[in-house]
T-cell receptor, first 113, second 113 residues
Framework: DTAVSQTPKYLVTQMGNDKSIKCEQN?????MYWYKQDSKKFLKIMFS???????INETVPNRFSPKSPDKAHLNLHINSLELGDSAVYFC????????????FGNGTRLTVT | DAKTTQPNSMESNEEEPVHLPCNHSTISGTDYIHWYRQLPSQGPEYVIH???SNVNNRMASLAIAEDRKSSTLILHRATLRDAAVYYC??????????????FGKGTKLSVKP
């Protein structure tokens, strides 16, 4: 069973559209994250979220919004897509208690044309 | 955040040991040293972490210098599956989780048969 799964794996869309990426974890973890990996392969955190707190990286445009219907899911909504949003987006999860490592999904490659 | 220096790339032969170095001279006294790796077309994968003492697990060993300004990830017998980008990440223990890790460029390890 996949621990952290993302859908879709590939997403091609046009500028100005609104899209969502879904993430689910079956590890029972408390906290979920979204990371963005750009064309230069730098991996940067966008959000971390548990049922108590949403922490937003201040560099993330407000067109990006995480939505969590329950503890096992953290979806990423992106409004008014721009060319610069093209990247691979990774979802991750971890347990808050103890020094818990991050478990990553296999990414969603978003291409904005 | 502590700055890290890793070789851009390294090569190894299959079945031989690999020593991946990392300099983190500005590490704070409470930062843990985390290692993750990213296989092609996959999300990052936790490898190992440590604070002061050398650490071993089923994937690798972590040797930490006495002054903690550098560390070395040791793969005892490289396999083709170990070809990946390896990230060394000093990071404080945020509330018990490894969230908000800052990934640098890492070292791209190639393994030759």
């Amino acid at each position: 069973d996949t621990a952290v799964s993302q859908t879709p794996k590939y997403l091609v869309t046009q500028m100005g559209n609104d899209k969502s990426i879904k993430c689910e974890q079956n590890l029972g973890h408390d906290t979920m994250y979204w990371y963005k990996q750009d064309s230069k392969k730098f991996l940067k955190i966008m959000f971390s979220y548990n049922n108590k707190e949403l922490i937003i990286n201040e560099t993330v445009p407000n067109r990006f919004s995480p939505k969590s219907p329950d503890k096992a899911h953290l979806n990423l909504h992106i409004n008014s897509l721009e060319l610069g949003d093209s990247a691979v987006y990774f979802c991750a999860s971890s347990q808050v208690q103890g020094l818990s490592p991050l478990h990553f999904g296999n990414g969603t490659r978003l291409t904005v044309t | 955040d502590a700055k890290t220096t890793q070789p851009n790339s390294m090569e190894s032969n299959e079945e031989e040991p690999v020593h991946l170095p990392c300099n983190h001279s500005t590490i704070s006294g409470t930062d843990y040293i985390h290692w993750y790796r990213q296989l092609p077309s996959q999300g990052p994968e936790y490898v190992i972490h440590g604070l002061t003492s050398n650490v071993n697990n089923r994937m690798a060993s972590l040797a930490i210098a006495e002054d903690r300004k550098s560390s070395t990830l040791i793969l005892h017998r490289a396999t083709l599956r170990d070809a990946a980008v390896y990230y060394c990440i000093p990071s404080p223990n945020y509330g018990g989780s490894q969230g908000n890790l800052i990934f640098g460029k890492g070292t791209k390890l190639s393994v030759k048969p």
